[in-house]
């Protein structure tokens, strides 16, 4: 029982760290159609530009996951949209997706050759103590993780559920054409949207890094799992993509210790084809109309 | 019945279009437009397919982007707007079809009407009561998702949603799509109701007879230039309107 507990508390924490990027694979989805199948790469680089600015520019780390952070929101949020959305997504969603695999590919090469091929720790701000919870050991670090995750995602939702700005976001998601005639400035919306995802694929970096140490090969599993999060929890929906996330991060924390380390991959799967022909839009989806 | 240009055009003007030129692409569909629209009246914008009738009203809420010429409103040189700066100034814009969230309820639209270009209204809430009992049958569903609402409801919120902003003007693109006659009616008096307090209407309608009748002012379009403007009833009687309508070219208007 305390160590199904133990299991349990990291799968939700690792589960909060795929919500994160879940949410932001959503938002741009949402609002320009966007599948960033980059997106595991977006949440392993961050990390290691913070590493970069270390070893670089020999400044400590506070100030380097500012640069990092900083960085990356500018480059994989504006400048992706600018130098990659824009110009493909005239041509539909399919030769944007495509564009996206190969920025994911430029990521993960870039980071291998441009930093190492080797994992390097990540130091994480969190005390390497344990707490006992119901008699189990359980480490604050998970602890911290699941505590910043929530914040975050709840301070998200408030922004867009009760600021005007956030309101407006949510209007151009969800109809831009109805946005604009209401004087909803949708492009600096959609703008916005890739900013958000951005800065949530670097929380979610420096989170997870920590624990599975930085390394350019890192997207791939979260990736994957924040996709799978995505769809499980409905691929539209902020409160999906959380419980998405959450069930993903048990399932695989689970599958690893009860089933096998080797074959975890394959359980969130297991879930996403159960999902997808059960109830294809989602657990808390709606199904998906569009007028164009 | 000749347009009136000029100095003259701009006395009781609400609004004025002057030489507009704009289009899609490289498809000019605005070629020098020119009109002007007498403060309270309502005024319907006819004319055959193509001629430029939901573009213009495009060109005027600042959704398209013109090559040439000027447009005024209330003597304001407003070309080039953006359409929140339109919406503050006064003019809303109620285009063709559905334009509502389905999935929001009534009251969240009606919320989603302000939220751009109304910060400075203060007491949104309270205009959202007095406007929900203004039209029970919005108040009735003012918390279900709006797609329950039939087609003449929706359409009565997006008008209701653009009067929350204290607007001058409406242009309002073919009220009467997919409406039964007597919703029709319904809609054309919620109009005259608005021109009645001091509102302008710029409406275009296919339904052109029965848009006409309630209408002070009638404006045919033709190939993206105003052909004809005056009395609702002359346009109405006008032979050459009707020759348009039958599918000929206009007669040159001597």
């Known amino acids: 029982m305390s160590e199904f507990l133990a299991y349990l508390i990291v799968g939700i924490a690792t589960g909060s760290i795929y919500a994160l990027a879940a949410i932001g694979f959503t938002l741009v989805w949402q609002t320009s159609q966007t599948i960033n199948f980059a997106q595991g790469e977006f949440v392993m680089l961050p990390a290691i530009l913070v590493l970069l600015a270390v070893k670089l520019l020999g400044v400590p780390i506070p100030v380097a996951v500012l640069i990092g952070a900083a960085a990356f929101v500018l480059i994989f949020g504006v400048g992706f949209k600018r130098a990659i959305v824009d110009p493909m997504l005239p041509h539909g969603v399919l030769p944007l997706a495509i564009a996206t695999m190969s920025l994911a590919i430029i990521m993960k090469e870039g980071a291998k050759d441009g930093f190492s091929a080797e994992a390097q720790s990540f130091p994480s701000p969190f005390a390497a103590d344990t707490v006992s919870i119901l008699g189990t050991a359980v480490s604050v670090q998970f602890i911290m993780i699941i505590v910043v995750a929530f914040a975050s995602i709840a301070a998200l939702q408030w922004f867009v559920t009760r600021t005007r700005t956030g309101r407006q976001m949510q209007a151009a998601a969800q109809n831009p054409n109805v946005a604009r005639i209401l004087g909803i400035p949708v492009e600096r919306m959609v703008m916005l949207t890739f900013i958000i995802n951005a800065a949530l694929a670097a929380l979610a970096s420096f989170l997870i890094s920590p624990i599975y140490l930085a390394k350019f090969s890192n997207g791939e599993t979260i990736g994957l799992f924040a996709f799978i999060a995505a769809i499980v929890g409905g691929f539209n929906q902020v409160r999906g993509a959380l419980l998405g996330g959450i069930l993903v991060g048990i399932f695989d924390s689970l599958a690893a210790a009860y089933v096998s380390t080797s074959y975890r991959l394959a359980v969130p799967l297991a879930l996403l084809v159960l999902i997808i022909l059960l109830k294809p839009e989602g657990l808390i989806g709606r199904k998906e109309e569009r007028h164009v | ?254």
């Open chain 2, 1 to 254: 019945m000749a347009i009136e240009t000029g100095p003259a055009a701009t006395t009781g003007a609400v609004l004025e279009m002057q030489d507009v030129v704009g289009g899609y692409g490289r498809m000019t569909i605005l070629h020098g437009t020119t009109f002007s629209i007498r403060r309270g009246t309502i005024t319907t914008v006819i004319g055959p397919n193509g001629a430029g009738k939901s573009t213009c009203f495009k060109a005027i809420f600042g959704l398209l982007p013109l090559r040439s010429g000027a447009i005024r409103f209330e003597g304001r040189d407003v070309t080039g707007w953006t359409p929140r700066r339109l919406l503050e100034a006064g003019i809303v814009y109620v285009p063709q079809g559905r334009n509502i969230f389905p999935e929001l309820s009534v009251r969240h639209n009606l919320e989603f009407g302000a939220v751009a270009a109304g910060p400075h209204i203060t007491d949104m809430p309270a205009r959202i009561e007095a406007a929900l009992d203004r039209f029970p049958a919005l108040r009735q569903k003012a918390d279900v998702q709006a797609s329950t609402l039939s087609g003449g409801q929706q359409k009565q919120l997006e008008i209701v949603r653009g009067l929350l902003l204290d607007p001058k003007l409406i242009l309002i693109d073919e009220p009467s799509i997919g409406l039964s006659p007597m919703l029709v009616q319904e809609t054309f008096g919620i109009l005259q109701d608005l021109r009645d307090r001091g509102v302008t209407i710029l409406m275009v309608e296919q339904n052109a007879r029965s848009a006409l009748e309630i209408s002070d002012e009638g404006l045919v379009l033709e190939l993206g230039r105003a052909r004809l403007q005056g009395p609702a009833r002359d346009i109405l009687n006008d032979p050459r309107v009707a020759q348009l309508f039958l599918g000929g070219a206009m007669e040159p208007a001597a």
